[in-house]
């Protein structure tokens, strides 16, 4: 299968199965990168010993840095692949 749904589904937060096929999902959040708009899930951000690098700018991002926000979470289906985003819950971050 090399075809790519365009819709996203959302899933609420307190959801923790694969709407699709009932496994566990495994969480990410999703940050963006006020100086270059890079937005992604953590896991694609590098980590280091103090924070992370960004993957687009390649600027480090100490851990709390002001220019680094937290937009959203992501959930990603191990099992089947299926990548959902999580809605976000009033009053979170
Ligand atoms: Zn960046
Ligand atoms: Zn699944």
Redesign the pocket.
């Known amino acids: 299968m090399c075809y790519r749904k365009e819709t996203t589904v959302q899933i609420s937060a307190d959801e923790t199965m694969c709407p699709v096929c009932r496994n566990r999902l495994a969480f990410d959040r999703i940050l963006h990168?006020m100086?270059?708009a890079?937005v992604g899930p953590s896991s694609d951000f590098v980590e280091t010993a103090d924070g992370y690098v960004?993957p687009?700018?390649r600027?480090s991002i100490a851990s709390g840095d002001p220019a680094c926000e937290v937009v959203g979470t992501s959930a990603r289906c191990s099992t089947c692949g299926k990548e959902m985003i999580v809605s976000p819950v009033a009053g979170a971050i």
């Open positions: 990168h100086i270059c890079y960004c687009k700018c600027r």
